[in-house]
């Protein structure tokens, strides 16, 4: 079956930028999510990059694609202390209608 | 560790009936779960929160008497669909959290819902 792998954890300096990576499996994905978690809330949708895209920028968000490798990152410049989060990984099968996500990456902000 | 079931994994109604989707924590007592929401094709929305012993929290937009939530274990929520209509026809996926330093959110498969 599909799998998603992130690492579990990523630490950063404040003001740096963070890189979450993701790896995906299925070859026929067709949309790539990344979704954040804040402490207690609900999954929130962050950006999203169709399969057949590259690289999409939103403000300090940069989502780099690589369909080859099956490899997706998130950048965030300018990290801050509100980005601290899990954010999770997701992506959307050719055949199905189901999301696959991976174990989330907590992003830790160091002053 | 960590696992979260839903019941049924599908299910197919007629228009006007309610059903009834569980979703349960197995190995974990989880303290807040979400139900969420995805359209064919479309990505995850957040439909609401539920707390134990308490009234759950709707995204705006979400009807409360529509979807009845109830998270009357640290262990099982149930998500209702009332009055089901051919546009409620969906993918309801939950998800348990167990709180903590990371609070980490555990996703069920997800429960196909068809009403004819």
């Known amino acids: 079956g599909e799998d998603v792998e992130q690492s579990l954890f990523l630490s950063v300096r404040e003001g740096d930028s963070s890189v979450i990576n993701c790896t995906y499996t299925?070859?026929?994905?067709?949309?790539l999510y990344w979704y954040k978690q804040e402490p207690g809330a609900g999954l929130q949708l962050l950006t999203y990059?169709?399969?057949?895209?590259d690289m999409k920028q939103d403000q300090r968000l940069t989502v780099l694609l690589n369909k080859k490798d099956k490899h997706l990152s998130l950048r965030i410049a300018d990290t801050q202390t509100g980005d601290s989060a899990i954010y999770f990984c997701?992506?959307?099968?050719?055949?199905?209608?189901?999301?696959?996500f991976g174990k989330g990456t907590h992003l830790i902000i160091q002053p | 560790g960590a696992v979260v079931s839903q019941h049924p994994s599908w299910v197919i109604c007629k228009s006007g009936t309610s059903v009834k989707i569980e979703c349960r924590s197995l190995d974990f007592q989880a303290t807040t779960m979400f139900w969420y929401r995805q359209f064919p094709k479309q990505s995850l929305m957040l439909m609401a929160t539920s707390n134990e012993g308490s009234k759950a929290t709707y995204e705006q937009g979400v009807e409360k008497d529509k979807f009845l939530i109830n998270h009357a274990s640290l262990t099982l929520s149930t998500l209702t669909v009332t009055s089901a209509h051919p546009e409620d026809s969906s993918f309801y996926i939950c998800?348990?959290?167990?709180?903590?330093?990371?609070?980490?959110?555990?996703f069920g498969p997800g429960t196909r819902l068809t009403v004819l």
């Open positions: 299925d070859s026929s994905s067709t949309y």
């Open positions: 997701a992506e959307l099968g050719g055949g199905a209608d189901g999301l696959t």
């Open positions: 998800s348990a959290s167990r709180g903590g330093v990371y609070n980490e959110q555990f």
């Open positions: 990059i169709f399969s057949n895209m």
